[in-house]
């Protein structure tokens, strides 16, 4: 394993977190072969790519050891923002201004949570909730008061659901340029160095001279984007937005980053990680939905609702994986 | 040497490695009852990992460990505590959020009922302390709330409450202040007559001639020699520990003086009752050190001048500039162009877990990025650079930089800021708990510097170094310089004296000799 | 010149004692401050004052939350974190929905399935942090999703019942005073107090405070942190038996569990427990809860526009999170805010 790792350069749990999505895939191919198929892995793709918009933002932060609890009302004020923008600035500016002001509130808000985090020294764990309540709150008063549009524009329906390339969906192509911004950034440029650097050690890096609340602003900007950006592409592939549109995506984004080998603690873990993690939660969800274990469960004389079942499985697979790589080092 | 008996501790064959590091190689060590014995070597040389192996913090791969003449092994801190030994580490064991009291009788506390008996603890933390000689910390005091050197005297008071057949101090004394030297030296000394078998490693010379009954030497990772103390002579013992013939030269100063304005140049800086109107310069190729005793705010001083004090007042000039430095990017900045190289360098200097390689290009990076892009090369260039003109000695400059040697991580911490080219270096007691052959080199290295014309202000506890490196020294004595030491005057016993408050005289008086005790190496 | 030389040197230490222990325990006072204030403000504002029924009401109200908050602190102490809480506490309370019935022994013999079902699984999260060695955070997010599978397995539709004369004595008040007062009380004198004043519990502190420094010291660190999340089982256990009494029935509804652990970590926040561990109260955290539920109760009584509760509920845990940040104001180092 050693040997493998090294050779492509790519470290341990995400050679993990890739072999699982193989084994599973081929665990499915043995309901039907359709998983295997063309259509289906790149309707996955399209289904993992606003998961996958949503971890990259999440990955910088949980790499500065911070976390960002904001993001499900974040995704819900990027999408509903997006649709109700020709509603606030008329047909003309607002429909080619809907996706950029979607993302530009999630951005908002990440500023938000960047001041919290970085100059008041909130927690980031206890400011993001309390930033997610607030911004519920907003969206609960919005779509209270008045009828809002909550139709996606055309533009943002072809984002998340037109195809430029034939058979491949928009939304992956743009989780593709996110991804290769959040690389770039990553390992090649002075911020990526920061970030990491902050995660190992922040009180090394004020005094080596770098503007650590700038770095921490700049991070939790980017989350609130990325999230804002999930939700806009949300709304164009559900044609419409719509509350608590962001609440299922939390949890997994979360896991996607961590099976990805991030650790929670900050200053560890590579892009390529969280490209798996994604795929590999949104593998994990469609098969289980699709595979009906409670099916096969219920003629073993068990009846189970097919939830719970779903809901079990999911965290014993995250217990499992990450207990192959995810453990901390003893303390001796 | 005491040959009655079969020693206490005796341990024979430890080996210990780290990945491909070999820590420990068929080391041994033995010592007796109602005897200190010294531990004596380099850093890398193995004392830690030793001390950590019999204190149960580590397992070694192999070897014996008997105990009154029975096999024993310890699993755990809490399984070598349990056979009577008790260690007083470097980096203290103490839990911050707690009080003296509860950290003192952290484990086995005195019960009522099954719960924990608080008045009972307070007493035995009260005894302990006063056995101690820190009657003055309160027990239901927040660790937190103590500074450095009265909670080193918690840890050897908590060490003590267990009641130990063998205690070990590894560096204990290195914060304390001289008065509690003396008295925590006088406990050993009585716990000597009463039986304790006692394990002491320091690199202070003054402490160990003073201390120690027998010696053991080890250099990297393997054992040398053990000796009754007085047999050898320091040359000798530091040649056992360098395995080199060895003298301690510290290049010449320079008699140069250069025109123009200070480098530096401080008017009445003071700070929260803890910096009081301080006033000095620093001339472009002047090497000045501060002296005094520990806790004078020279720490401060350095932190203040580097721009991390908040309600500072006074002036600060950079070469007859006026300037405000008020943070260290402000600090660092080429108009100011300041460099620190901070006390504590696993977390202050370093990123532990980051490669040698990315921690040393760290506060340069602005110098290899363009529009925010790392210039891989021009980078590497330097990187490459730096290392050879240190010698930085590793494995493999890729792989982290916790696994350097102390010696080797300051000079990664110095290089980092090297690599801006800084005209003002600030250093805060820099070659702390490194190795005689890499303070040689970083000695050399200060009056290159100096000699290109660098200014360099420097906080240094060990009096030959200051006497030794420095143009000037200025002593500090509660916040403010009352002293300026230099040329002929520049002597241990001015700079002692100085120290003390008292008025500097030919010949010392019988009252230093304490003072001496803990503070020359 | 120490503290022996003054002449009643007995009684200045007395004092510093007592200065010490106040100042130890500032977070919790301010905790009851804050609570008290809010509930004078929302027992004079109501129209029909502060009667039995409306205190009993609130009571109920509070104490559920409490207990799910008081479960979140322990873990926290030790400077982790239960993200499962919530989930324990809807999966006891649909086990209490089918166990806790049929009077007299049956009942009794329910409770302990319970609360042994409760500390089961904080015995699950404790080995998996302790002995799988994963960040708590993740390793509960993943057992939390395996805690309510489990209790949709069991009330996959709302149902079943409770034993109607148990359910009665835990939610009436007797003389005005609501029993689950009672209950919170007697977890604080029975189960937090002597948990404090024990060997483990201590521990939890120091291994909160500084890991390495307790593992130096010899602190049985995998028992205390075992212990921590099993405790963290049993009082949500207690909440969830709580929640039972209340609803007459159990339902496994996902956002209910999401709702309360979230809600758990603002109370624990506001109730002055440091969530790096090391420092805190399980009493502050009651408060905290109180003050969580007295807000919303406080919106109600002031006839705001409902529509506006959400946002008013975020802004005050904001405000309540950032007045931590008062205290770099006093901050004369900036390297002090760096860890």
Redesign the interface.
Known sequence: MKNITQMLKIDRPTLIAFLCVIVLLLLGALYSPNFLSADYLLKQLQVASFLGVIASGLMLVILLGHIDLSIPWTISIGGMMATASAGFFGPQIGVPLAIPFGIVCGLAVGLVNGFGVAYLRAPSMIFTLGVNAVAQGLMVIHTGGFAPQDHATDATIELAAGHLIPGVANSVIAWFVVGLATVFVLSRTGLGRRIYAIGNRERAVFLSGVNTRRVVLTCFAISGACAGAGGVLLAGYANRSYQAMGDAYLLPAIAAVVLGGTSVMGGKGRYLGTVVGVILITILQSILSVLQPQALLAELGMKLPAESVRQIIFGIVIVGMLLLYGREKAIR | MDSIGTPLLRMQGINKHYGGVRALEDVRFECRESTVHAVLGENGAGKSTLIKVL?????PDAGTIELGGERVTFP???????AGIA?I?Q?????????VA??IS??N?P?KL???D?RAQRRIAEEVLARVGG??I?P???VADLPLSRRQMVEIA?ALARNPRILILDEATSALTAADVGKVFAMLKQLRTEGMSIVYISHRMGEIKELADECSVYRNGRYVASFAAGTKSDDAIVEMMIGREYSNVFPPRSAKVVEGPPALSVRNLS??GQLNSISLDVRPGEIVGLGGLDGQGQR?LL?GL??????ATGAIEINGVPVKVS???R??SPNIAMA?I?EDRK????????SVR?NLS??A??RF?RF???DRKAEAKAIDEMISLLQIRSDGVDGPVASLSGGNQQKVVIG?WLMNRPRIILLNDPTRGIDVGTKQELYQLLRRLAADGAAILFYSTDYDELIGCCDRVLVMYNGAVIRTLAGAELTEHNLIASALNLPASPTPGPGLAMAHAGAAS | MSATDFPRAEGRRFWEGWRHTIGGHRGLLIAIAIFAVMFAVYGWKQPVGLTSNIINTAANKGVLLALVAMAQTVPVLTGGLDLSVGMVFVFTNCLAASVVVGGGVQTAAGIVAVLAAGSTCGLINGLIVVYGRLQPIIATLATGAIYFGIALILRPDPGGSVDPDFADFMTRSTWGIPSSIILVIAVVVLIWIPYRRSVLGRAAYAIGSSEQAAYMSGVPIARAKVLAYVLSGVLAAIGGILLTCITYSGEARAALGGDYTLNSIAAVVIGGTSLFGGAGSAIGSIFGAFVMRTVGDLLFVFDMDPLWQPLFVGVVLLLAVSTGSLRLLRIRNKLDLYR
């Open positions: 204190s149960g913090v580590v397992q755990s801190p809490a399984a070598a505590n349990r260690c580490f980096e203290l064991s103490l839990a911050p959020d707690l009080t509860d950290n952290i484990t506390p019960k099954g719960l924990i608080h009657e003055d309160h239901l005091t927040l908590k700070w929260e401060q932190l580097f721009g991390t004090l908040i309600g943070s260290p990017e600090a660092k620190l901070p977390n202050e200097g370093l990123m532990l877990p980051m990315d760290f506060a990076l602005g990025t925010g892009v790392v980092k």
